[in-house]
């Protein structure tokens, strides 16, 4: 079982920056790939960036160079920080295990919109 709180989103500018975070349990995040989804009104939820135990990251194309996720994991924490956020960026935020399960457990996520 594992145990996901998101928190950090908000409303921001385009251009603007916010940083989210996600306390995951501690029974299984240091195991695993951790990753950040989000997931647009009317489409599809999708990975944006993941990160290995180690620190290996990747991210989506659509984000490269904007986005940086890390992770902490004497914390239990993994990170977004979002630069240079686009109207495209709108969408719930949720952070899970890379690959996900399925029938898996999800939080809440943190609802992320970036409007004029």
């Known amino acids: 079982q594992v145990q996901l709180v998101e928190s950090g989103g908000g409303l921001v500018q385009p251009g603007g920056f916010l940083k989210l975070s996600c306390a995951a349990s501690?029974?299984?995040?240091?195991?695993?790939?951790m990753g950040w989804y989000r997931q647009a009104p009317g489409k599809q939820r999708e990975l944006v960036a993941s990160i290995t135990r180690g620190g290996r990251t990747n991210y989506v194309d659509a984000v490269k160079g904007r986005f940086t996720i890390s992770r902490d994991n004497a914390k239990n924490m993994v990170y977004l920080q979002m630069n240079s956020l686009k109207p495209e960026d709108t969408a719930v935020y949720y952070c899970?295990?890379?690959?996900?399960?399925?029938?898996?457990?999800w939080g809440q996520g943190t609802q992320v919109t970036v409007s004029s």
């Open positions: 501690g029974t299984v995040f240091s195991i695993l790939t």
């Open positions: 899970n295990r890379f690959p996900y399960l399925t029938g898996g457990y």
